[in-house]
């Protein structure tokens, strides 16, 4: 290697320190691959790959099921709010445990003790993986309620004006072979901008 | 007069009462519900639960048998749980520490085991930490320690990886700089402290060490939790003891998915005793890995 080399890698690396992180100038050439997209936060789920460990497919497989959990959960609720009715159903069971359950019921309760019965569905913005501990993960999902109108009784609209949007953070446990949401945290937001579960 | 002054303190306290602006029911630490908008706050959860819960397996019972006929055989099948709870733990533990290795075995799954009894087993068989006494079974410090580890919630740790593509135009990591490996997070916990059938134990969690498995075939494993990279830092220079430098680029066909472990280490104390019980907690992130050309005039 020629004597002058030493002193080109030593200029090169520090250009290339200050442009990686943005601290001086001149900026040096663009780089040599395009410039890609920003990794998805939302809940995609990334397919197997060929270096995918025994851990990184159990995760995966657990959160797909966390998240499956979660959706259906979500789903039964909104049909039993449809109906007006607060029952612990096999499904809401299957998908729902400790306090979130018990969250679940006191809200269906509330349409079943007013006699409501809501039309349309929630909508869940997006959900982001937060954390995988082997028996409980963390998922942070961004849930819409504004589209949900409430009816009384006598088919009047009810419908609450409030915010109806929120950052759920959900603990969501395995129980057996099952995967169930156990928790939950809200924080009502105006949009879901800067969320990691926002689209 | 002292007539005048308590019904002044009584109009007063009814004014206060009618007049105060009602509670936000938003709280960002409660429960809200998207149909309605409506928060459960902390302080206004309430114990009841609607009769149609009260299902099998909606609602936790303490089950308490009127004539315990014989402790010995509780005190066995407490004792066989532990024991299949500890034994799944560290299988488990095993396989998630093998998995993070390069030259993984064959492809299995790494189950959690079955976990400790719960306060509804054993409040169902009064065992009593303290006291005791031929009707009461006495739990170990080492049983109560492992199950209030169990119970433990530690902290999220992400996968800390510096400098940040984010800082740079071409948002990605540059094969050839060193990259900077870190926990993320809250890497102590505690002293804390849970009373476990009885008996109290405190716990003290600390990141004890990192792997990460960088994605392009290589294992980084380090004591600690790392160091942290700041903007203070001098450009291109080597992490003091976590870190690592990608010899070939991800892009353009995606990025490496990085696979970080945290092994936290609990010390328990209970009545005088104590012990270390590891806890792994796993956490991925995907990061873009380009070349940097540079050009010398």
Redesign the interface.
């Given at each position: 290697m020629a004597r002058g080399v030493p002193g080109f890698v030593r200029i090169g690396a520090a250009l290339a320190g200050c442009a990686l992180v943005a601290a001086c100038t001149p900026d040096p050439a663009p780089p040599a691959t395009p410039t890609p997209a920003p990794p998805s936060t939302t809940s995609a789920t990334p397919s197997a790959t060929p270096t995918e460990t025994d851990i990184e497919r159990q995760q995966r497989l657990d959160f797909e099921a966390a998240e499956n959990a979660y959706r259906a959960s979500i789903s039964e609720q909104d049909r039993l709010a449809r109906l007006g009715t607060a029952t612990a159903t096999p499904e809401l069971k299957r998908t729902s445990a400790d306090e979130y359950l018990k969250f679940a019921l006191a809200g269906l309760e509330e349409f079943e003790d007013a006699g409501w019965r809501s039309q349309g569905d929630s909508t869940i913005v997006g959900v982001s993986r937060r954390g995988w501990q082997g028996r409980r993960i963390g998922l942070t999902a961004c849930e819409d309620g504004s589209s949900i109108k409430i009816r009384d009784k006598s088919g009047r609209d009810v419908t609450p004006d409030v915010g109806r949007k929120f950052v759920q953070d959900l603990t969501v446990s395995r129980f057996g072979d099952l995967w169930k949401v156990s928790d939950i945290k809200s924080k009502p937001v105006n949009d879901f901008k800067g969320a990691p579960c926002g689209s | 007069m002292r007539f005048m002054r308590f019904a002044l303190a009584w109009i007063v306290a009814v004014l206060v009462v009618v007049v105060s602006p009602p509670t936000s029911s938003?709280d960002?630490?409660?429960?809200?519900?998207?149909?309605?908008?409506?928060?459960?706050v902390a302080s206004e959860r309430?114990a009841r639960?609607?009769a149609?819960?009260l299902?099998n397996?909606?609602r936790q019972t303490y089950r308490r048998s009127s004539a315990r006929s014989d402790p010995d055989a509780e005190r066995a099948e407490f004792d066989a749980r532990m024991k299949a709870y500890a034994d799944g733990r560290d299988r488990?533990y095993a396989?998630?520490q093998?998995?993070?290795a390069v030259s993984?075995g064959p492809?299995?799954?790494?189950s959690?085991g079955p976990?400790p009894p719960d306060d509804v087993f054993l409040q169902g068989r009064g065992f009593n930490g303290v006291g005791g006494g031929p009707a009461a079974p006495l739990i170990t410090p080492g049983q109560a320690g492992a199950i209030a580890v169990a119970r433990l919630?530690?902290p999220?740790v992400a996968p800390g990886i510096g400098?940040s593509p984010d800082?740079?135009?071409?948002?990605?990591?540059?094969v050839?700089?060193p990259l900077w490996l870190w926990a993320d997070g809250p890497t102590q916990v505690g002293p804390v402290s849970d009373s476990v059938a009885g008996l109290s134990v405190s716990l003290q969690a600390k990141v004890s060490s990192l792997t990460f498995?960088m994605?392009d075939?290589t294992v980084v494993t380090c004591q600690g939790d790392g160091d942290e990279w700041t903007?203070s830092v001098?450009?291109?220079a080597k992490a003091p003891t976590c870190g690592h430098t990608y010899t070939k680029?991800s892009?353009?066909k995606g990025?490496y998915?990085v696979?970080a472990?945290t092994n936290w280490a609990v010390t328990w104390t209970a009545n005088g005793q104590s012990g270390v019980i590891n806890?792994?907690?796993?956490?991925?992130?995907?990061l873009?890995v380009?070349?940097?050309?540079?050009?010398?005039r």
């Open positions: - | 938003a960002p630490r409660g429960r809200c519900n998207l149909r309605t908008g409506t928060c459960q309430k639960l609607p149609k819960e299902e397996g909606t488990y396989c998630v093998a998995s993070m993984a492809q299995t799954l790494c959690p976990p919630r530690l999220t400098p800082l740079n135009r071409w948002n990605m990591a540059a050839g700089y498995r994605g075939g903007k001098e450009p291109g680029a892009l353009p990025t998915t696979t472990l806890v792994p907690a796993v956490q991925t992130t995907e873009p380009g070349e940097l050309q540079v050009l010398v």
